[in-house]
């Protein structure tokens, strides 16, 4: 569920979104599917510049499903076709975005959240270049982001290895190689409540970024990258059940939950 569109095969240029978006679900329905939810689209590729949404988002009452939920774009795609003159600038979230009763997800089912994208990655299967890169300019999140009653093994009798949830501010996981981050902004509080010893990592900027190392030449840099929102977070006791914590625990940071190297 998306403020304009669901999928593009391409980039998205001077778009907005100013309606709220509302799901709300069936708690006892514990039946694995996957929910997209964002401001402007589920996803796109090789470049998106001026867009903003500042409808607010707000997702409830889900149980044992991978989730995706942006303010601008779930997914952004960086491709073989992607150039560091395809500059993806001046894109804005001023949404809330409110997360209650999300429960139970397990192994693979993953949650990404970001104030402006869940993930930023390649297309299964394709190859990058070190010519390949993203350059962001004028990215900024002024929205706030609140969960309550949410992550994993929250919901009782939950099953199985738990998943990850990775949530910043502006980005939730980052996984391409070649980027730079220019004048990123968040500006949106964080108020965080999720399971104690969950696999979560949240960061005002970005909850994970997951740095490449096999391609030769890479380079990656931050310029003028600021976060001003307060990031809170509680834990609360995990219910009674065989979910399998993940080990990790809870990893976060003023500007990123965490940067790895691989």
Known sequence: ITGIVGTS?????????SGNITVIGDATNT??????VAGISNSFKDKMAECSNSGDITVKDIVTTPLWIAGISNKAYCTAKSSSTDKWQNVENSG???L?????????SNCYIGGLVGHLLKPDGETLESTNRVELYNWTNTGNITTKNFGPALASGATGKEGRTILGGCFGHYTISQFDLNDCDNEGDLNIEVAASSHTFIGGIAGFINQSATIANTTCSMQNCDNSGAVTVNTVQRKSGTITPAGEGLIGGGLFGEWYMQ
Do not use: A, K, M, R
């Open 96 to 98: 809330d975005i409110t």
């Open 100 to 108: 209650e009763n999300l429960t139970g997800w397990t192994g693979n």
């Open 31 to 36: 039946t694995d599917f996957d929910v997209y």
């Open 9 to 17: 095969n391409g980039p998205i240029t001077n778009t907005s979104n």
